[in-house]
């Protein structure tokens, strides 16, 4: 075989090799040396919306420089997703200087601050975000972090949306959710208006039975369902040798046809490359075993973000929130991004009511130890 078809096949070494030895790291070595060909761009219909957009798309919450997303728009990919918080507004404007020229090509989405939710802070929040990314609309505007249907049902909310729609500054609605993701995929399958066209959701192969089947059921009822968090954190493990888990993990959300597309989060070169080198690409046995072994690594410290621990929690403490502000920072190994995260969650259920309880209530039906993770963020977040 040729290098390339050998690196494209995913038929790199036998699944023995997989613990990383010194031979499989020389033959790595001499495959990746072979020169990056950007592939073919696939496409996937975002629901209702009609878009057809790249099944790996830009997810530019971390990029720090427009570069990275004009060589990825030059190549294809046609969808971008910012908001308006990311980098305190930073994020929209690199994203916008990457559009300059491109605009025609690419479909933008990005969110209101979840802490807007009447007209007049909306309205602001769409008009500095038109601003920020030099645009005259935005494709997809979203509704951002939800953990339940209230502000899916919320009569302000939508009326604010639907002014914007009017005006010619929004094209299509959306929702994020990071915790509590099956309610929120009812709600806009039970919603009779289907008045939200796309989520925006945390989908791996670490999720459960539940989500995948609510995923199903909103994309049969025309929701595009946009996937993030495809790497389950992305932490650096030993347990895989010189391998890299994350084209498989990429591979594993998108082998799932009910999921148009993902985004992972790419700051540079060497990101891009890996992520959008997928496209074409099925999963394979051998992305299979990686998986396997990547989930056994970061077992004792993933949290899935299902919510299932917090009703248990007699002060309501934002468990799934505060367990992804650590990954923000330990995984992710952005502070800032993990801070300003957790700033939004009230002191009264932040890491800190944890002090006083002598034992913790809430269980992890995975496994985690919750009050080791809650201690975790008081050192990390102090």
Partial sequence: MKR?????SGVIVTASTLIGTSAFAQ??????????IFPTPVFRVLGRTGLKITIVSFGAMLTPEPEVLEIAFDHGVNYVDTARKYMGGKNEEIVGKALKGRRDRVYVATKIHPDSITKEAIFKDVETSLKSLETDYIDVIQLHNLTDDVRIFSPEIRE?????KQQGKVRFFGVTTHTNQVQVLNALVED???FFDTALVAYNFKSGNDLKEAIAKAALNKVGIIAMKTQ??????DQLGPISPHRAALKWALQDTNVTAAIPGMRNLAQLREDIGVMG???????ELILKRYGEAVKPYYCHFCGKCEPECPKGVQISTINRCVMYGEAYKNMELSRSTYREIPA?????ACLTCQTCAAKCVNGLD????MARARKLLA
């Fill in 27 to 36: 033959i790595l070595e001499k495959t990746v040396a072979e020169p990056f």
């Fill in 370 to 373: 919750i009050p080791a993770k």
């Fill in 232 to 237: 389950a954190g992305g932490y650096q493990t």
């Fill in 192 to 194: 009779k208006d289907k």
């Fill in 348 to 352: 009264r259920v932040s890491a800190s």
């Fill in 160 to 164: 604010a949306l639907v002014k914007l």
């Fill in 281 to 287: 690409l099925k999963l394979s046995y051998f992305d």
């Fill in 4 to 8: 390339r078809d050998f690196l494209k």
